[in-house]
């Protein structure tokens, strides 16, 4: 009833300057069941991974929307490395209160295509280890949002400038396309030549951009710098993507020199 309620206020509301309000009352959390002697069906941690292998199938299972399996392999991830910042993150997601962990007030805000909870975790947080506690506010699985739902997003109303919430923006990175040279006279054109640089297309820098910062939140960074800078290749005045790139080299960088 209370979800119908919220759902009636936000749809009243669609049409209208968005305002800000305060986030609903947490939901009270459910009875935990009794355990019982057959634990058969319970699942069981991976065994052989480290704690970034760990972490990774954490949010990977949380994507899946998974979390009766992310539970029992963040439990695992927290024995093996108590202190992991993003354990913890993880943990209050999982097992505390989300309201806890995110600004009190709230607005309306529309999905864009290739938005994801980590990447408005991301965006309008500043970590998107928060995305599971965005989706238990938002009341959505994370495999199930889509383009043109309408969510609660914490925080104050602005518009969804991704460049605003990074603390430092680098020089934008400029993509030049190879400079290509004339055939000598009487030769054949080569049919192996290189594809031309890709054309300005946002729409596959976002996905692009997605691709990334999943990877670099599951500690992939090789592939997250490699995804991230094709996003810049398809967008080079994003300084949003730009900012995550150079992020993601920092990260990139401090890891090769441990």
């Not at 991976?46 to 949380?62: E, I, K, M």
């Amino acid at each position: 009833m209370l979800a119908a309620a919220a759902m009636l206020t936000l749809l009243g509301g669609c049409g209208k300057k968005a305002e800000l309000q305060p986030l609903p009352a947490p939901p009270e959390a459910a009875p935990v069941a009794p355990a019982t002697g057959n634990t058969g069906d319970m699942p069981q941690a991976t065994p052989g991974l480290n704690p970034t292998q760990r972490l990774a199938r954490v949010v990977d299972l949380l994507n899946r929307n998974d979390e009766k399996a992310a539970r029992v392999e963040l439990d695992a991830l927290l024995a093996q490395d108590p202190g992991r910042r993003e354990a913890k993150v993880l943990e209050q997601s999982i097992k505390g209160n989300p309201y806890a962990m995110v600004p009190r007030n709230s607005f309306s805000y529309v999905v864009a295509p290739g938005d994801t909870f980590i990447t408005l975790a991301l965006d309008y947080l500043g970590d998107s280890y928060k995305f599971y506690a965005l989706a238990r506010i938002s009341g959505i699985a994370p495999n199930m949002l889509k383009p043109g739902d309408i969510i609660q997003m914490p925080g104050r109303v602005r518009e969804p400038s991704r460049p605003g919430v990074q603390r430092s923006r680098p020089p934008v990175t400029r993509v030049r396309p190879p400079r290509r040279t004339a055939p000598a006279t009487g030769a054949t054109p080569a049919t192996g030549a290189a594809p031309a640089a890709p054309q300005n297309d946002p729409a596959t820098a976002l996905r692009y951009r997605r691709q990334g910062l999943e990877q670099m939140t599951a500690g992939r960074i090789d592939r997250a710098v490699s995804l991230l800078g094709r996003a810049l290749q398809y967008d080079p005045d994003n300084r949003a993507i730009a900012a995550d790139l150079a992020r993601a080299r920092r990260i990139q960088g401090a890891v090769q020199t441990r």
